[in-house]
Each structure stands twice: as structure tokens, then as C-alpha cells.
């Protein structure tokens, strides 16, 4: 839970998801849910000359199981809360 | 007034059942952005599905589940190659287990019309490796 919260505090952010199948796509997060499934608006593919599959795309559905990293504006990072949090969530309470 | 928002039939269904219980209103708007990034959006809309094979898969959404699975209509796929154009395979009526889906971009037409696709050349994409 402690991530969806996480990841819900980030909507609007311009954020970079990597997938599994070494796609990476840049977009601003709109949502995220209980399986950490992404969709972001205004969407482009870092590598457009490699990757023309989805040039037509603009708003798109991110599947969380084919999630390998999201990249995040390092304003967004709060490391001290996020310490606390996790700390918190590994001794059970 | 309540009936006003509801536009689904599940929507009418609880409006029914809340001003049974005295409510009288409910932002449909913002119950959908709590429910998270779903599909509904794109319901009857084309869309373009990446699958964890690498496939890449046009057509209309027809339905879908909390497992993502989806049900297209009118569904062809795009098949690339680094030889020649895109070709296109038409498949019709395809459902498609969420497990085997990496993502489903809402498909702009007038983006997509303006691709010369017998021009675009690219390797497949690679499959997903968990």
C-alpha cells in the first residue's frame, strides 16, 4: 500500500516509465491503482527511432506487472519520508 | 436530480439503491479517478495493444475485467519488420488475457492517419522478460 500511496502523490508529475521489454516512455502520470498499474497522458517514446510502434499513442494504460523502473522528478523524491515509511512497513506496523 | 450523473446502467442501479437510503448526490466524475487508471475511458475507442511477446495489436475496445483482460473488436495486427512496411494481419474478434499484456495506448486517429506505414521500418519489439 505504502507505494500506491507513494505513486498517488505523483499524479500530474512528468514521470518515465521503463518496461520490461526495454521500452521506455515518458509521459505525465494521470493515475495509478492497487497493482500499480500506470497511465499517462501526453505520452512519447524516449527512443522514437528505434521504437515507431506507438507514434499514434498519446494517452496510454501501463500494465504494473511489465514495470522494470519509473523514473521520477528528483523534486518528487522525498528520501527522508520515504526512509520512515519503509522502515515503519518492514517492522510491521 | 441523482439520475442527472448516471449515465451506465450500474451507475442507475446504485443511484436507485443510495436514494433508497436517503442520499442524495454523488460525483460520478471523481468516484471514476478514485477507481484508478481502468479502461472505461477507452471503451469503443481504438486502441493499439503491446503484448509480452512483443505483438502489437489495433482495434476497438470492447470490454475488459480487473485483470485487464480485454475483448477487441475489428482487430488487425501491425506487424514490423527492418525488410519492408508495416504489414497489417486482420484478426477479428480477439480476446486477450491481461497476463499477456504490457500496455494499451488509446490509439489518436488523426495522428495514425498521417503515418505512411508501408514506409516505417523497425525491429519487432523485444518480448517481456520478467
Redesign the interface.
Known sequence: MLFFSYFKDLVGREVTVELKNDLAIRGTLHSVDQYLNIKLENTRVVDQDKYPHMLSVRNCFIRGSVVRYVQLPPEGVDIELLHDATRREARGG | MLHLFARTQKQKKLVHNLSCRGVSHIDFGSLK?S?????ES?VDQTI?V?T?D?R?IVGVLKGFDQA?NIILDESHE?V?STKEGVQQLVLGLYIIR??N????????ED??AH?DLSK?R??P??????
Open positions: 479517478m477507481g484508478g487508471p481502468g479502461l477507452l493499439s503491446i509480452n512483443g502489437n485487464t501491425r514490423y491481461g497476463d499484456i504490457s500496455v494499451v495506448g488509446e490509439l489518436d495522428l495514425d503515418l516505417l523497425a525491429h519489439l523485444k518480448p517481456v522478460i520478467h
